[in-house]
C-alpha cells in the first residue's frame, strides 16, 4: 500500500493528511472547494473540542457531538437545517474515504445514534426575519440610546452605546452574515472585521465570505453615517482595531498580555492604548447577547422571541424581494446566482402567485 505524504500507513492518517488525501481526490473544482472548507472547519472543532491528530481516534461519540454542534448552529439561525446536513454529510463522505483506504475500519458518522442529532430538514419554513416594524423599532431605540449616552447626567456608556447602534445598523441594512463582521472562535480566519475592512467613502465592507474567498458587502449611506460617528467616539487607534471591539473584560487582559507581556497598569482600556494593543473583536456569541438585551430594553420581538442575528439579513432580503427587487436583493446579499435569491424567497412567490390566481378565478 503506497504511503502518505507525511510517510505514514493510511492506518496512521494524521487528520490533515487524510483531509488533504481526500480533497486531492475530489474532481469537480466548485465542490472541492467546499469540501476543503468544510473539513477544515470540523477539524477545527475537533482539536478545540476533543484534540483528535488521527483519524483512527474520531469516535461515534465525536460525530454525536459533532451533529449535535450543527444543531445548535441551526437553532440559533447561524445554518440553515439544510446546510447542516450537507456539513455532516461532507464528514462523513470523508469517513467513508478513510475506510476504503483502510485508514479506519468503519465510519462512526454513519451510526444511528450520532446522525439522529441533525437538525431535521424542514425546508427551514418558519425561520425568523426582521420585519420592516421591528427592524425601524429597533433602529429608533439604539438611535435613542446613543442620543440619551450624550447627556452628561447619563448612566449609558457612550462608546458602548454608539458601538451597539452601529452594529444594529450594519446589521440591519447590510445584508452581512455574523460570521463576517465578528469573531467566530471555531474559525480561525474570521477573526472579525476591521476599520481597514471599512471603506465610508464607497459605502463598502470588505468580508470573508461564506464563499471562504474575499466580498464587497454594500453598507447603505444610514449606517454610513452612524459608523461615522461612532468612529469619532471609539477613536480607533489604528485601522487595524477591529469594527466592533469585545467589552469582555478577561479577552481585554488576555490580549494585553499577548501583545504587551506583563504590564502594570489600573485602567485596562487605557493599557491597551497606551502599549499599542489591538483590542479583541467582539464574537458572535457575544453580539448575539447584546442584541438580545437590547430587544429586551426595546421590547422589539418575533413571536415573543428577541431578534436574531442573521433575522437581520434575511429580513432586509424579504423586503427588497417582495418589493419586486429581486436583483437588488441577489447584489444585498451576495448571492452566487438569481436562482439563489429566487429560492430563498420562493414562499413570497408561491403567495404572489395564490393572490393572482384567486383574482383570475373570481374574475
Known sequence: MDSAEDGSYPGEWKLETGINEYVDSVEAGNYRRTVD???????????ENRDAEVVDEI?????????????????????????????????????????????????????????????????????QFWGRDERRQFLDYVDERARDSLDEDSSIDREEAFRDRALVYVLALSGVRSAEIFK???????????????????????????????????????????LKRYRKVLNPETSDWPLFPSNHAPSKYK???????????????RALREHSVVPPALSKNGARSIVERLCGEAGVDVDGEPLKLHGARRGLGHELYRKGHAELAQSALRHSSIDVTHEAYSDIQASETADRVGDVLDS
Open 37 to 47: 472548507s468544510v473539513l477544515s472547519n470540523w477539524s477545527t472543532w475537533l482539536q
Open 59 to 127: 469516535s461515534v461519540l465525536d460525530c454525536r457531538r459533532y451533529a449535535r454542534h450543527l444543531k445548535k448552529q441551526s437553532r440559533e439561525d447561524e445554518l440553515k437545517a439544510s446546510t447542516a446536513n450537507t456539513y455532516y454529510s461532507v464528514v462523513r463522505a470523508f469517513l467513508s474515504f478513510c475506510v476504503a483506504e483502510e485508514a479506519i475500519d468503519s465510519n462512526p458518522a454513519e451510526v444511528k445514534r450520532a446522525v439522529d442529532e441533525l437538525p431535521s430538514d424542514n425546508g427551514d419554513t418558519n425561520r
Open 184 to 226: 467566530d472562535p471555531a474559525d480561525e480566519m474570521r477573526n472579525g472585521a476591521t476599520w481597514n475592512d471599512l471603506d465610508l467613502e464607497n459605502g463598502t465592507l470588505r468580508v470573508f465570505g461564506k464563499s471562504r474567498e474575499y466580498e464587497h458587502a454594500q453598507v447603505p449611506d444610514k449606517a454610513v453615517q452612524v
Open 255 to 269: 490580549a494585553l498580555e499577548k501583545q504587551a507581556g506583563s504590564v502594570e497598569y489600573e485602567d485596562i482600556d
